[in-house]
């Protein structure tokens, strides 16, 4: 069965300092990987995937995220933190099959003016 | 164009009534997908289709929850007989194709009194 492990419940970062929220993963086979941004009263929004390729996958709003199969990681980063990233992360996984897509339990993200 | 949309967006009802959340997701998405989520925690597979067949519903809690999308494209999760530990974010999402990125739409919010 997959599992998604965010070991951080809240990450404090300066403004203009890099971020990295971390996520590992466990599949049985191929993982697909998904990174989420929920606002406050908004719904979940998607912000990057891996599936194959290359192992630093770009996203929305300058996020980025690294694919490491031997860590079994695929941790969030963000060379520069804004203010408005604050909120709450969702790392997600499913494997190659038909399976439901897993979520972490979130990590909540607040940027420091 | 328009997101995945959800209605009601709030509902409260006594216990022991029957409830219908509707979803409509983005035009011509194949899969639909249906989450429970608690608060402080990762959305929960529940159910989902592809077309109008439901292609698992192993996250379904018993059998006073169903889901149907007679025509697929409009699904309707319906909790039958509430209790309150039914109340919860109901989140529906869809995706252009089966393993795709899934669009979130804002969540119906349950309370059962």
């Known amino acids: 069965a997959q599992s998604v492990a965010q070991p951080e419940d809240q990450v404090n970062v300066a403004e203009g300092n890099p971020l990295t929220v971390k996520c590992t993963y466990s599949?049985?086979?191929?993982?697909?990987l998904f990174w989420y941004v929920q606002y406050p009263n908004r719904g979940l929004q998607f912000l990057l995937k891996y599936i194959t390729g290359d192992n630093l996958v770009k996203g929305s709003y300058g996020f980025e995220a690294e694919f490491n199969k031997s860590q079994t990681s695929f941790h969030l980063k963000k060379p520069s933190a804004l203010v408005s990233d604050s909120a709450l992360y969702f790392c997600a996984v499913r494997d190659s099959g038909n399976t439901p897509l897993v979520f972490g339990k979130g990590t909540r993200l607040s940027v420091i003016a | 164009g328009a997101g995945v949309s959800q209605s009601p967006r709030y509902k409260v009802t006594k216990r022991g009534q029957d409830v219908a959340l509707r979803c409509d997701p983005i035009s011509g998405h194949v899969s639909l997908y249906w989450y429970r989520q608690a608060l402080g925690q990762g959305p929960e597979f529940l159910t989902y289709f592809n077309y109008e067949a439901q292609q698992d519903k192993s996250g379904l809690p018993n059998d006073r929850f169903s889901a149907e999308r007679p025509e697929g494209s409009i699904s309707t999760l319906t909790i039958q007989r509430t209790e309150q530990r039914d109340s919860a974010m109901y989140r529906c999402?869809?995706?252009?194709?089966?393993?795709?990125?899934?669009?979130f739409g804002p969540g119906t919010r349950l309370t059962v009194t």
């Open positions: 999402a869809s995706s252009g194709r089966t393993g795709g990125e899934q669009y």
């Open positions: 599949v049985s086979g191929n993982p697909y």
